[in-house]
Nanobody, 132 residues
Framework: QVQFVESGGGYVQPGGSLSLSCEASGLTLDLDYYAIGWFRQAPGKEREGVVCMYSRVSGGATYYVDSAKGRFTITRGNAKNTVYLQKNSVKPEDTAVYYC?????????????????????WGQGTQVTVTS
C-alpha cells in the first residue's frame, strides 16, 4: 500500500506563495507509473481535485481546475518518490487541507478533468490557511 506524507502547509498572506511537498513510500513501482494529483478540502465542503498529472509513461500531461490555472504548478521531484505543488498568488479561498494522492492504475487524470474515485492512495493532508 502506497503511503504519502505531505508537508509545507501553514499560514500565508493573500498574494503570497507556498510550496507543498509529498513523499511516497511503499511503492511497488516507480511513482512515474502512477497518475498523481493534489486535492483539497475546505471546511464544510467536499474534497475536490485541484491539479493532476498523467503517469510519466502516459506522457506526463497535466490538468488544472480553472481556479488553479496560472497560479498552481504540479511537478514530480528528481527523487522518484516525490511530488510538489507550487502555489502562487494565493487567495483566501485556497484555504483548505491539501492532500496528495496517486492512482496505481495510472489513470484518474484526464484532459477533461480529475476522477477522484480512481485515486486510491492518499496522504493525511496538510493545512494551508490564507489570511492577512
Amino acid at each position: 500500500q502506497v503511503q504519502f506524507v505531505e508537508s509545507g502547509g501553514g499560514y500565508v498572506q493573500p498574494g503570497g506563495s507556498l510550496s507543498l511537498s509529498c513523499e511516497a513510500s511503499g511503492l511497488t513501482l516507480d511513482l512515474d507509473y502512477y497518475a498523481i494529483g493534489w486535492f483539497r478540502q475546505a471546511p464544510g465542503k467536499e474534497r475536490e481535485g485541484v491539479v493532476c498529472m498523467y503517469s510519466r509513461v502516459s506522457g506526463g500531461a497535466t490538468y488544472y481546475v480553472d481556479s488553479a490555472k496560472g497560479r498552481f504548478t504540479i511537478t514530480r521531484g528528481n527523487a522518484k518518490n516525490t511530488v510538489y505543488l507550487q502555489k502562487n498568488s494565493v487567495k483566501p479561498e485556497d484555504t483548505a487541507v491539501y492532500y496528495c494522492a496517486a492512482a496505481d492504475t495510472g489513470y484518474g487524470c484526464y484532459s477533461h478533468g480529475i476522477s477522484k474515485a480512481e485515486f486510491d492512495s492518499w496522504g493525511q493532508g496538510t493545512q494551508v490557511t490564507v489570511t492577512s
